[in-house]
């Protein structure tokens, strides 16, 4: 039996096996059983954490989510002058893509799924969202009334920049050979923006 003492280290090690192995193996190639041995628990313990596998991947999505959307804000929140327009956005996601390739990983693996499950394709547009609200935080004052076209104009922004990100992020990861070629992709995405 665990006790309260145990149980967020419990779960964190449930949930860094998780992210660990789903991104090294994608999620439809993960048992609970491999994510229970990873982080060293009983296989009853992934289930009272997290009740089933798509529980588990949700916790996971969301932890990455944080990650990726705190990393985007505090990039984001101080951009030299020079950086200072949505060509920057793109350097940044090429950076981003190098450093933390198992973010895009997870996020592939996310939009996948959000095709055929409502809490999957809930979590998809929820990062939609969020990714909004970072850029809504990086425009310029003038541009962040509140009205509904500003709103609109930035959701959809946020969709620009998630497809460009998931659609340059599977070829780079599909194709290892072509990796610089393929991050070459930003800046000519970034100088067509300026």
């Known amino acids: 039996m665990l006790s309260k003492k145990d149980e967020p280290d419990t779960a964190a090690k449930i949930l860094s096996a998780a992210v660990t192995l789903i991104s090294q193996a994608g999620y439809a190639n993960v048992s609970m059983r491999d994510i229970a041995k990873r982080a060293g628990v009983a296989l009853s313990h992934l289930n009272y954490y997290y009740e089933n596998k798509e529980g588990l991947f949700l916790a996971v999505i969301k932890n990455v989510k944080e990650s990726y959307l705190k990393e985007l804000t505090l990039r984001l929140s101080a951009p030299s002058p020079e950086e200072k ?21 997870l996020l592939l693996d996310l939009s996948n799924l959000a095709l055929w499950s409502e809490p999957f394709r809930k979590e998809f547009n929820s990062l ?26 930035l959701r959809q ?38």
């Open 85 to 105: 327009n949505n060509s920057f956005l793109f350097a940044h996601a090429k950076e981003s893509m190098r450093n933390t390739t198992y973010i895009f990983r």
């Open 128 to 153: 939609i969202d969020d990714v909004a609200e970072v850029l809504a935080a990086y425009e310029s004052s003038d541009m962040r009334e509140a009205s509904k076209q500003t709103a609109h104009r």
């Open 157 to 194: 922004k946020a969709r620009f920049f998630l497809a460009i990100n998931l659609g340059i992020s599977a070829q780079y990861l599909a194709d290892a050979e072509n990796r610089d070629d393929t991050l070459e992709i930003f800046d000519f995405i970034g100088s067509a923006m300026k």
